[in-house]
């Protein structure tokens, strides 16, 4: 049999894919969310590239509450760096399984004392969680904080949520951020002995 080719659909994913096939038990409502949801993560992802090309370039916006102005004018003003990627490198490890890239950091110190900012670009509808800065600021620690002789409880950790036109502002607990480190370091261990039992 001649079949035929679909070169330009290769590599793609389909809304309608046979692999996601819950598909075909929807309403008409709950495929158009999870349309819109999907497109709507879509346009984040577009949203986080804009605000990363406009830090670096210093290229500030219309002061105002809109969510993306406001993210990328604070992120411009405390001279935080965009995308970042934080990864946690046990001893010997070549391939950590705790990493992640924060949207905006910046680590200063200042006339109070050092401050590590981490700010977050919310776009979608579910609320953002500050657990996720949480991480972001352990991942520095576990991978900054002995070159820079720093540990949780000499630092100010200030994270920010950019989310529905609004700023969410939180200072972190350095023992909260003590504690997760250790559970991060075990759990880091945890999956790496399971994924080697499983011979990957």
């Not at 309608?16 to 819950?22: D, E, F, I, N, T």
């Not at 709950?30 to 290229?59: C, M, P, R, S, Y």
């Not at 001893?91 to 004392?113: K, L, M, N, Q, Y």
């Amino acid at each position: 049999m001649q079949w035929n080719d679909h070169w330009r659909l290769e590599g793609r994913h389909a809304y309608l894919s046979p692999s996601k096939y819950h598909w075909i038990r929807y309403s008409k409502d709950k495929l158009e969310h999870k349309v819109d949801n999907e497109l709507k993560a879509q346009e984040g992802t577009e949203l986080h590239e804009l605000a990363k090309t406009l830090i670096k370039k210093k290229i500030r916006l219309p002061r105002n509450n809109k969510t993306l102005n406001a993210y990328v004018n604070d992120a411009i003003g405390f001279r935080m760096t965009p995308e970042v990627v934080l990864a946690y490198y046990p001893p010997g490890c070549t391939e950590p399984e705790f990493f992640g890239t924060a949207d905006a950091i910046s680590f200063e110190v200042t006339d109070e004392g050092p401050i590590l900012r981490i700010h977050d670009l919310k776009t979608g509808l579910h609320p953002g969680h500050f657990d996720q800065l949480k991480l972001y600021a352990v991942l520095w620690f576990l991978e900054y904080g002995k070159l820079y002789k720093v540990k949780p409880h000499d630092v100010t950790i200030a994270l920010r949520i950019y989310q529905h036109d609004t700023c969410l502002q939180l200072v972190a607990d350095p023992d909260e951020i003590v504690a997760i480190m250790d559970w991060g370091k075990e759990a880091h261990d945890i999956v790496k002995k399971r994924k080697e039992a499983w011979g990957d």
